[in-house]
T-cell receptor
């Protein structure tokens, strides 16, 4: 059974700092990996999706990397802003096609202080 | 473009009552999912539907039933609610033919007394 762990559980940083969120998974036979953002009381918003054949994806100030062999992914946020404060969730996708499912980590609660 | 919509947003039930959570998507996605989110447990998959007319159990299906009414709609039913089903429920749909991205609804906050 796939297990996804996110470290740290919570992180507080001053505005402007670059930061890294970590995600690890136990079964390296993944289809893809997604990073989501969740604001309090809201649904999840997809930030980046990395296919199993890719090493990284970038969107604006966000960069996600994937190392399948070691079972790790990182989300790098450059020049953090108070608006980045949210919970960040990592989710690992199983086999493609009709049986595709996501297994989620418990998230990292990020607070960026002005 | 509404994306994924869920109704109701909030609901309070008494133990033993039944209710149906509604979900609809307007993105023409084949796959749809129901999750529950609990403090300290993360999101867990309850049921999913790979296409119209098919449904499969996820990690925590006990106490729930689902119906894939058509391509747009996927409902979750609690036949006899229990306090352990107090949770936030999220519906999602997947862009299977494209990027594989899952799109989430805003959630239903359910309390069972």
């Amino acid at each position: 059974k796939q297990e996804v762990t996110q470290i740290p559980a919570a992180l507080s940083v001053p505005e402007g700092e670059n930061l890294v969120l970590n995600c690890s998974f136990t079964d390296s036979a993944i289809y893809n990996l997604q990073w989501f953002r969740q604001d309090p009381g809201k649904g999840l918003t997809s930030l980046l999706l990395i296919q199993s054949s890719q090493r990284e994806q970038t969107s604006g100030r966000l960069n996600a990397s994937l190392d399948k062999s070691s079972g790790r992914s990182t989300l790098y946020i450059a020049a953090s802003q108070p608006g980045d404060s949210a919970t960040y969730l990592c989710a690992v996708g199983s086999s493609g096609g009709s049986n595709y499912k996501l297994t989620f980590g418990k998230g990292t609660l990020l607070t960026v202080n002005p | 473009n509404a994306g994924v919509t869920q109704t109701p947003k909030f609901q309070v039930l008494k133990t033993g009552q039944s209710m149906t959570l509604q979900c609809a998507q307007d993105m023409n996605h084949n796959s749809m999912y129901w999750y529950r989110q609990d403090p300290g447990m993360g999101l867990r998959l309850i049921y999913y539907s790979a296409s119209e007319g098919t449904t499969d159990k996820g990690e925590v299906p006990n106490g729930y039933n689902v119906s894939r009414l058509n391509k747009r709609e996927f409902s979750l039913r609690l036949e006899s609610a229990a306090p352990s089903q107090t949770s936030v429920y999220f519906c999602a749909s997947r862009d299977r033919g494209g990027t594989d991205t899952q799109y989430f609804g805003p959630g239903t906050r359910l309390t069972v007394l």
